[in-house]
Every structure is written in structure tokens, then in C-alpha cells.
């Protein structure tokens, strides 16, 4: 029986993919090229979303021209991208553990707010824009009928795939590596530091620093009596979420939170205390520690300071390597029970908050540090 609904055809998309393997489903090199390109593009997963979502709209309503993901065009062939994308690809993505965007194309700058037929030159003013146009071309390839839009998707799948399979291959192979280290380390406390100082500097690492105070919390639990709040995603805003900042601190029985850190990957100002300020009016928290990456202004270090007479609670500024060495020299015995809550954390985290390779980035540090010590 022919697949007749979004979901059945993404399953019958991913079995064709699977079947052929490290062979291309598309005979047209220039449109295997751009499929490739756009699959495997490590600074827009956007398009891929974006191809992938208008690919199955035409093979589930044949009718619908693949250049119109827009229902502000008026044509009776135009379609809604967004609702195909964030209906059916979201869960897809996920279930298979395939590489993509979390959220859907069609809520990026290049992509929202649009009444325009796609078609090849377009400038969708989108970084990079060798991605959108190649996503333009294969749509026009698509409506020249030099490639069917079911092997358009079965070969976006197939490439997806074969990516998710060559990431799992090359984590396993560096978790094998790490784990004779396994229940010791060779590392010192300063070795430590080190390691994860430089893991901080690392490209698009705004979420370490979270990753890191939780893992502190997580290896001491026991000995601090607190215990560290589920952390929330990386881009989940705490007037959406209800939390008072990126990692929420409670005793181990009991609810209320008593610290929280906010980390700032750039220099605290007056004006973050006063924000801060605001969140935890009419709470009884303890402590607002923010962890900066970044120089501490004095004199706003003294405001923060001061601020503890007025409210009862103390605001204080942090740097970020200094709070992990102090705590690493605190609890020498338990740099081993840190490092793997860090690690642990960092596998843990979607794609969309710690890239897959900043991961790889750290287990590949981490084994040559651990060689060198």
C-alpha cells in the first residue's frame, strides 16, 4: 500500500535511505552535490529543514508547486512549509536521532514573514547564502521534473543518515578510548582546570559554563546537602520558564531554591543586578551568583555587595575558571566524580545547545590530557 500520509512517507523516505546505504538514490551529479552541500552545511541546518519539508509537501499533495511554502501567495498550488516542517520533521528528526535544527526553518530571518515564490537568484538574505540558493535550484529542479521530489527526500534522509551514523561511530570510538580511565583519573585539580578552561574557549560555548557549576553541585550533592534543579534548555527564557536563573539550587529535601547562578559569557553590569533584582522579589532565596567568562568590574562587585542589607540576599559576581578551581581544590577527592558529571552533562545536551563538535572537541581533549599526565 502506498504511503498516503506526512508521517507514513518519512517512514517509507527513511527505509529507501537505509536500503541504499552509502549508495546515491539520485543519478544527476550536480543535484547529488547540492543535496550533499546542503546535508551536510555545519553553519545553516536551516535548508536542509527547509528542502526536506517542501519535498513533503509535493509527494503528499502533488498538486502543490514546490516554490510556494507560503500561504500569503494566494495561488490555489501555494502551500504552508512551516506546518509540514514543525507537524511531521520535528518529531522525525528526533525519533531517528537525525541532524537538524530543533524548531522549523520557516521562523529564521531568511525564511519568516515571506510572500514570495522561491525560485533560483532570490536573495533570502541568509548566511550562508550558498545554502539557500542551492535549496532554490533543487526546487526548480524539482518543478523541471529532473528529479523527483520522493528522491529528493529519500537522498536529504540518506545523507542525514549516513551523518548520524559516522557521529556515533566516531563517539563510541572516543568513549572506548577514555574508559580504561574509567572509575580514576591521572588528572591533577589544575589539570583539570585546565581542561575545561580550554574546552571554555572554544567556539560557541555558551553553555558550558552551566554544564560546569551543575556538574560541581552533582559530584558533591552528598557533602553540600543541595542538590542541583533539572537545568532547562539552553535557550529557554526564565520569564518563559519560571526559573530564576540558569542553574537553580534547592536542599536536598526541600523545594525551595536557595541559590542561583546566572552565567554571563560577556562583562556583568549594574543593569544585570537590577534585573536579577526584579526575578527574585517576594522569594526567599539565599544567594544570586552570577559566573562571568569575562573581567569583574569593581564597582560592580561593590553594588552587588551592597545590596545585601536592603534584600537579605547576597549578589555576588564570580569568574567562571576561579569558581571551578576553588571548588576542585575544595573537593580534591572528587575531581573524577566532576569531570564525568561534566562529560556526562555535555553528551547529554542537544545539539542545539552544545554542538556535536564541541563534544567531540572535549572526549578528544580530555584523552590526550589524561595521556600526558
Given at each position: 500500500?502506498?504511503?498516503?500520509?506526512?508521517?507514513?512517507?518519512?517512514?517509507?523516505?527513511?527505509?529507501?535511505?537505509?536500503?541504499?546505504?552509502?549508495?546515491?538514490?539520485?543519478?544527476?551529479?550536480?543535484?547529488?552535490?547540492?543535496?550533499?552541500?546542503?546535508?551536510?552545511?555545519?553553519?545553516?541546518?536551516?535548508?536542509?529543514?527547509?528542502?526536506?519539508?517542501?519535498?513533503?509537501?509535493?509527494?503528499?499533495?502533488?498538486?502543490?508547486?514546490?516554490?510556494?511554502?507560503?500561504?500569503?501567495?494566494?495561488?490555489?498550488?501555494?502551500?504552508?512549509?512551516?506546518?509540514?516542517?514543525?507537524?511531521?520533521?520535528?518529531?522525525?528528526?528526533?525519533?531517528?536521532?537525525?541532524?537538524?535544527?530543533?524548531?522549523?526553518?520557516?521562523?529564521?530571518?531568511?525564511?519568516?514573514?515571506?510572500?514570495?515564490?522561491?525560485?533560483?537568484?532570490?536573495?533570502?538574505?541568509?548566511?550562508?547564502?550558498?545554502?539557500?540558493?542551492?535549496?532554490?535550484?533543487?526546487?526548480?529542479?524539482?518543478?523541471?521534473?529532473?528529479?523527483?521530489?520522493?528522491?529528493?527526500?529519500?537522498?536529504?534522509?540518506?545523507?542525514?543518515?549516513?551523518?548520524?551514523?559516522?557521529?556515533?561511530?566516531?563517539?563510541?570510538?572516543?568513549?572506548?578510548?577514555?574508559?580504561?580511565?574509567?572509575?580514576?583519573?591521572?588528572?591533577?585539580?589544575?589539570?583539570?582546570?585546565?581542561?575545561?578552561?580550554?574546552?571554555?574557549?572554544?567556539?560557541?560555548?555558551?553553555?558550558?559554563?552551566?554544564?560546569?557549576?551543575?556538574?560541581?553541585?552533582?559530584?558533591?550533592?552528598?557533602?553540600?546537602?543541595?542538590?542541583?534543579?533539572?537545568?532547562?534548555?539552553?535557550?529557554?527564557?526564565?520569564?518563559?520558564?519560571?526559573?530564576?536563573g540558569d542553574v537553580e539550587?534547592?536542599?536536598?529535601?526541600?523545594?525551595?531554591?536557595?541559590?542561583?547562578?546566572?552565567?554571563?559569557?560577556?562583562?556583568?553590569?549594574?543593569?544585570?543586578?537590577?534585573?536579577?533584582?526584579?526575578?527574585?522579589?517576594?522569594?526567599?532565596?539565599?544567594?544570586?551568583?552570577?559566573?562571568?567568562?569575562?573581567?569583574?568590574?569593581?564597582?560592580?562587585?561593590?553594588?552587588?555587595?551592597?545590596?545585601?542589607?536592603?534584600?537579605?540576599?547576597?549578589?555576588?559576581?564570580?569568574?567562571?575558571?576561579?569558581?571551578?578551581?576553588?571548588?576542585?581544590?575544595?573537593?580534591?577527592?572528587?575531581?573524577?566524580?566532576?569531570?564525568?558529571?561534566?562529560?556526562?552533562?555535555?553528551?547529554?545536551?542537544?545539539?542545539?545547545?552544545?554542538?556535536?563538535?564541541?563534544?567531540?572537541?572535549?572526549?578528544s581533549m580530555r584523552l590526550?590530557?589524561?595521556?600526558?599526565?
Amino acid at each position: 500500500m502506498a504511503a498516503t500520509t506526512p508521517s507514513e512517507i518519512l517512514s517509507v523516505s527513511l527505509q529507501r535511505a537505509i536500503r541504499a546505504g552509502k549508495d546515491s538514490l539520485v543519478g544527476n551529479v550536480a543535484i547529488r552535490q547540492r543535496i550533499e552541500y546542503i546535508a551536510r552545511n555545519p553553519q545553516n541546518r536551516a535548508g536542509l529543514r527547509l528542502v526536506m519539508a517542501c519535498a513533503l509537501a509535493v509527494i503528499h499533495r502533488p498538486t502543490v508547486d514546490i516554490r510556494k511554502p507560503y500561504t500569503e501567495i494566494g495561488d490555489a498550488d501555494a502551500f504552508s512549509g512551516r506546518s509540514y516542517d514543525e507537524a511531521y520533521l520535528t518529531h522525525f528528526l528526533q525519533e531517528h536521532r537525525l541532524p537538524g535544527n530543533p524548531t522549523t526553518a520557516f521562523l529564521t530571518p531568511a525564511l519568516r514573514n515571506r510572500n514570495t515564490v522561491l525560485v533560483p537568484g532570490l536573495n533570502l538574505v541568509g548566511r550562508p547564502p550558498e545554502v539557500y540558493q542551492a535549496a532554490l535550484q533543487l526546487f526548480d529542479d524539482v518543478r523541471s521534473e529532473r528529479i523527483t521530489a520522493a528522491d529528493l527526500l529519500a537522498e536529504m534522509i540518506r545523507w542525514l543518515v549516513l551523518m548520524r551514523d559516522e557521529k556515533e561511530i566516531r563517539m563510541a570510538s572516543l568513549l572506548s578510548s577514555l574508559r580504561p580511565t574509567k572509575g580514576h583519573t591521572s588528572l591533577s585539580s589544575e589539570g583539570i582546570v585546565t581542561l575545561v578552561e580550554q574546552h571554555l574557549r572554544l567556539p560557541r560555548s555558551s553553555r558550558l559554563p552551566v554544564l560546569a557549576v551543575a556538574a560541581a553541585y552533582r559530584a558533591a550533592e552528598i557533602y553540600l546537602g543541595e542538590r542541583v534543579i533539572d537545568l532547562m534548555g539552553h535557550n529557554a527564557a526564565d520569564r518563559q520558564t519560571g526559573s530564576l536563573g540558569d542553574v537553580e539550587i534547592t536542599l536536598v529535601d526541600d523545594a525551595r531554591v536557595v541559590t542561583s547562578y546566572e552565567m554571563k559569557m560577556k562583562v556583568v553590569a549594574r543593569e544585570d543586578i537590577d534585573i536579577a533584582l526584579t526575578k527574585v522579589a517576594n522569594t526567599e532565596i539565599d544567594n544570586y551568583i552570577f559566573i562571568t567568562t569575562e573581567p569583574i568590574d569593581a564597582l560592580v562587585q561593590d553594588y552587588a555587595r551592597s545590596l545585601y542589607d536592603r534584600t537579605g540576599i547576597e549578589f555576588v559576581i564570580l569568574d567562571c575558571v576561579s569558581f571551578i578551581r576553588y571548588f576542585l581544590h575544595l573537593f580534591h577527592r572528587l575531581r573524577l566524580q566532576f569531570i564525568e558529571e561534566y562529560q556526562t552533562l555535555l553528551l547529554a545536551e542537544p545539539e542545539s545547545a552544545v554542538s556535536q563538535p564541541l563534544k567531540e572537541a572535549f572526549l578528544s581533549m580530555r584523552l590526550a590530557a589524561e595521556s600526558i599526565e
